[in-house]
């Protein structure tokens, strides 16, 4: 009965206190296309695009001289060829573009100006999934209440202890009632 109690009790506890582990909330940021740098040639864009993890969400921001330089997204073909006659995706002049990264893939920019893409103004950057964006499914994977209930007959009323001392001698004095009967019907006989 007691070992009953505190299986029933445990479960209780599992089940009821569901621990919500809310993800810290990812801020998108900002990232400065060659940090202090900015987009120019004799930059190592690699290394740069190597020293961070991007996410949906975030921007990537190319400063520049107007004119001097443009930010081509572009293919990876194009990438590799720096031949912008095909496989460009947009074009940004404005010398201080900024370019959000919408999907989880990878994105290719080079500068179209002669030479500069082909001199290393050139990089990939992989853009992964939100992480904290996806909350743990309410999936059907805590329903042991109604099992719990139908292998457990008497419902867990008696809560303390006492409680199941008191049910014990509830039972004892029922007998207790019933033994004159049965001394009566012997008797009788
Ligand atoms: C990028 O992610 C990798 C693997 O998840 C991790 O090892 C690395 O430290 C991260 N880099 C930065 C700059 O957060
Ligand atoms: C993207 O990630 C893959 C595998 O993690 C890696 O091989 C590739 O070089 C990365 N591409 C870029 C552009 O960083």
Same mark, same amino acid.
């Given at each position: 009965m007691e070992s009953h109690f505190s299986l029933v009790f445990f479960s209780f506890l599992t089940i009821s206190i569901p621990i919500l582990f809310k993800s810290p909330l990812v801020e998108a940021e900002d990232y400065a296309v060659? #940090? /202090? #740098?900015?987009? @120019?040639?004799? !930059?190592n864009y690699l290394e740069w695009s190597e020293k961070y993890n991007f996410t949906v969400g975030d921007t990537l921001v190319f400063k520049y001289v107007l004119n001097q330089h443009n930010v081509y997204q572009v293919t990876e073909t194009t990438f590799r060829?720096? #031949?912008?006659?095909?496989? $460009? !995706?947009s074009i940004h002049l404005s010398g201080n573009d900024r370019i959000e990264l919408t999907e989880p893939t990878k994105y290719w920019f080079i500068c179209n100006t002669k030479g500069h893409c082909k001199g290393g103004m050139r990089f990939g950057i992989n853009v992964t999934a @939100?992480?904290?964006?996806?909350?743990?499914?309410? /999936?059907?994977?805590?329903?042991p209440l109604p099992s719990d209930g139908s292998s457990s007959?008497?419902?867990?009323?008696? $809560?303390t202890a006492p409680g199941g001392n008191a049910a014990a001698h509830g039972r004892e004095m029922r007998w207790w009632l019933c033994a004159p009967v049965v001394l009566f019907d012997l008797v009788y006989w």
């Open positions: 060659g #940090d /202090s #740098d900015g987009w @120019t040639t004799g !930059i060829s720096c #031949d912008a006659s095909s496989g $460009v !995706i @939100t992480s904290g964006e996806t909350p743990p499914p309410p /999936s059907g994977e805590t329903p007959p008497p419902p867990p009323a008696p $809560v």
